[in-house]
Structures are given as structure tokens and as C-alpha cells.
T-cell receptor
């Protein structure tokens, strides 16, 4: 069975601080994909990134970076110099061939509050 | 840009009523999904559809049914609403018909419908 754990339920930081959101996953598949989504207060989830299981290169996009480590089954997300607009709920998700009833399995989400 | 729209942002219904939640996407996506989101539980899949008239149960299909008569529209039906179905309902769509595409392609979400059952 696939599982995604986001141990941090809520995080609060002051603007301009760096913050890392943790994501740990479980799967027996060798081919799988990991995703991060952002859900701002408006409610609509927005896709941020996808990584496949064969590509462990870290990725950077502006203030966002992602660290994928198969050895620890983690796919962590770091926001550098956080801004108030980063306040949202962030979801990590996993898809794999043997996902059973659910093509995409979500973690429970981490609510990030960035205080001015 | 992909656009997924949901018929209502907020809905209040009474116990026992039949409730229809409508979702429309405008990018010719094959796959459509219905999730419910509850505090502390994240997103849970109710049903999904990979083609017109096709449907698959997700993790929590009990108490729900779906209809997909046209490619762009996916409806979630609560036959007899109950208070434990009070939740945020999110619709999503993605491209591709094969299993590989189903797990590879990102899903695009609508703004959600907050349903309250009294």
C-alpha cells in the first residue's frame, strides 16, 4: 500500500525566514511519482512539482527547492526567504502503478503561516 | 490554462435530500476525480472516471454515486445526504487514458464546494 506522511501539521514562521516542509513516503513500487501541491486560502489546489523515482536530482525554482532522497524515502520542500503569499496548506502526494483504488495518494497536508 | 469549475462554492442541504455536485473541465481531459477534504484527514478519493460512462471507486465511495455522460462533466451525487457528509468537495481532472498517464500527469483542481448538511 502507498502512504504519504507529513508529520508537520502546522508551521508558523516570520517573513524572510527559510522553512522546510517534510514529506516521507512508502511504496513497494520501483516506478513512482512524487508531487507537491499548494492550496491557498481560495481553496484551489495548485500543482507545484513532479519528480519520478529515477531522478534524484534536487530541483530549484526561484525561492522553492525540493530535495528527493530515496535512501530515506523523503521528498522535502524548502521555501527560502518566505513571504506572506506563501501562506497556504501544502500537500505532498504519491502515485504508483500499484496504488490500488487511488491513483494519487495525498498526505494530510502542512499548514504554513507566514507572519509579516 | 486548464480550468475546472464547480457549480457552487457553498451549499447547504438538509438530511435526506438528494444532492448533485457538478464539475466541468474545459481542456478535454480524459480523467476526472472527486475528493473530499476534511480537517486532519487530507484529501480522500471518492470516485474517479477515466472515460465517458466509466467510473472507478476510490477509497470512500459509500454514500456517493457519480455520473459521467459527457467528457467534460463529472457529477457527484449524494442519494440521501447525511450530516457526516458535511465537507469540502474537490473536483480534479488530468490528461491521458492509459495507466501510465493516470499516475504521471498532474491533476488540475477546481475551487471546491463546501457542503453543509443540516
Amino acid at each position: 500500500a502507498q502512504k504519504v506522511t507529513q508529520a508537520q501539521t502546522e508551521i508558523s514562521v516570520v517573513e524572510k525566514e527559510d522553512v522546510t516542509l517534510d514529506c516521507v513516503y512508502e511504496t513497494r513500487d520501483t516506478t513512482y511519482y512524487l508531487f507537491w501541491y499548494k492550496q491557498p486560502p481560495s481553496g484551489e489546489l495548485v500543482f507545484l512539482i513532479r519528480r519520478n523515482s529515477f531522478d534524484e536530482q534536487n530541483e530549484i525554482s526561484g525561492r522553492y527547492s525540493w530535495n528527493f532522497q530515496k535512501s530515506t524515502s523523503s521528498f522535502n520542500f524548502t521555501i527560502t526567504a518566505s513571504q506572506v503569499v506563501d501562506s497556504a496548506v501544502y500537500f505532498c502526494a504519491l502515485s504508483a502503478v500499484n496504488s490500488g483504488n487511488t491513483p494519487l495518494v495525498f498526505g494530510k497536508g502542512t499548514r504554513l503561516s507566514v507572519i509579516a | 490554462d486548464v480550468k475546472v469549475t464547480q457549480s457552487s462554492r457553498y451549499l447547504v442541504k438538509r438530511t435526506g435530500e438528494k444532492v448533485f455536485l457538478e464539475c466541468v473541465q474545459d481542456m478535454d481531459h480524459e480523467n476526472m476525480f472527486w475528493y473530499r477534504q476534511d480537517p486532519g484527514l487530507g484529501l480522500r478519493l471518492i470516485y474517479f472516471s477515466y472515460d465517458v460512462k466509466m467510473k472507478e471507486k476510490g477509497d470512500i465511495p459509500e454514500g456517493y454515486s457519480v455520473s459521467r455522460e459527457k467528457k467534460e462533466r463529472f457529477s457527484l451525487i449524494l442519494e440521501s445526504a447525511s450530516t457526516n457528509q458535511t465537507s469540502m468537495y474537490l473536483c480534479a481532472s488530468s490528461l491521458g487514458t492509459s495507466g501510465a498517464f493516470l499516475i504521471y500527469n498532474e491533476q488540475f483542481f477546481g475551487p471546491g464546494t463546501r457542503l453543509t448538511v443540516l
